[in-house]
């Protein structure tokens, strides 16, 4: 849809000089430096500042800093959070990019879907072809499970949900909101022994007999899994945010509005804090506690403890800043020896 940035300013905030012809309309969005008569930008890249002097979008949200060094005729949308302000415009815009529809641009339950006759379904509920739902199983008002994804025995999906293509969701309990992308894996068994080691030839595969629990705003990425719980529930935390080909583990809490980036592991009943940030390939060793508020960096390996609020980074992690030392003490020796 399009927006008048009269319409922007009222959802956004953002301040804009006086005389701005708040009429114009906005119908697409690009990268600033390939944005077009009608699009809405942003810029929050300082190095690239001769790039911004060149757009041609309609209205590019900046920081009052910058504010004097877009070009007319674009208007400056002047706000402390480009790019936050820039998510909330796209968010209205283009509103089926953050809630898929059927591929089949359907309604009700396709023919083509298998769904047991004890599965209950609420009213405004899509079925794709190939679905298949079990036994007990219960999906919510609005949602959506898209071509060939499998809703096992007794899973519950909440109202206003969307599950991705060729998902499998076991042994799983699903809240409000929440989107599953194509391929994730909810709710299957880890790979959990009695003893770890091969001294143990008798090691037995442990039984697994806890669910998964995901909570309300939930979104997890393409090919992501995550293991029902050994002894207790693994839990997903409201408005949490896991990316594609992450691995959670079983028994494993994650707290509230976490960002778990792609690639992610987290091992077996470690436990995540609200408001952390893992980013990318970085590993989380089993049993531990991270903090909230805590940051772990890109390609990190965690095998202690973080208390809340940190910032730790390298294998094995450590706080940035000893981590940075670390690094510019070899930097140093490597100089020397050269």
Request: charge should be neutral.
């Amino acid at each position: 849809m399009q927006l008048s940035l009269a319409d922007i300013i009222a959802l956004t905030g953002a301040a804009v000089a006086d005389g701005s012809d708040l009429t114009l309309l906005v119908h697409g969005a690009a990268p600033f430096d390939e944005a077009e008569s009608g699009d809405l930008t942003y810029f929050a890249h300082p190095g690239r500042l001769d790039l911004l002097q060149e757009t041609n979008a309609t209205a590019c949200f900046v920081t009052d800093r910058f504010a004097g060094r877009v070009p007319a005729p674009t208007v400056a949308l002047v706000t402390e959070r480009p790019e936050h302000a820039f998510a909330l415009a796209l968010a209205r815009m283009f509103p089926s990019a953050l809630r898929p529809v059927s591929l089949f641009a359907a309604t009700g339950v396709n023919p083509g879907a298998s769904v047991h006759p004890e599965a209950r379904l609420e009213p405004r509920v899509i079925i794709d072809p190939g679905v298949v739902i079990g036994p007990r199983a219960e999906i919510g008002s609005g949602s959506i499970i898209a071509a060939n994804s499998v809703i096992g025995a007794g899973v519950r999906v909440g109202r206003d949900c969307s599950i991705g293509g060729q998902a499998t969701l076991t042994n799983a309990l699903v809240g409000n909101r929440v989107h599953l992308h194509a391929g994730t894996r909810i709710g299957q068994a880890g790979s959990r022994r009695s003893e770890i080691g091969l001294m143990h030839s008798d090691a037995l595969a442990m039984p697994q007999i806890g669910r998964v629990i995901i909570q309300d705003d939930v979104e997890i990425g393409a090919n992501a899994t995550i293991d029902r719980g050994f002894a207790r529930d693994t839990v997903i935390g409201e408005a949490s945010k896991i990316g594609n080909l992450a691995q959670v583990g079983p028994d494993v809490s994650i707290g509230r509005k976490c960002w778990i980036s792609p690639q992610v592991m987290i091992g077996a009943s470690a436990h995540i804090g609200d408001f952390v940030c893992v980013e990318a390939q970085s590993g989380v060793g089993e049993g531990l506690r991270i903090g909230s508020g805590v940051r772990i960096s890109a390609q990190s390996g965690v095998g202690a403890d973080v208390p809340a609020g940190a910032h730790y980074a390298g294998a094995p992690a450590r706080p940035l800043r000893r981590w940075l030392r670390a690094l510019a003490i070899v930097e140093r020796l490597t100089r020397g020896k050269n």
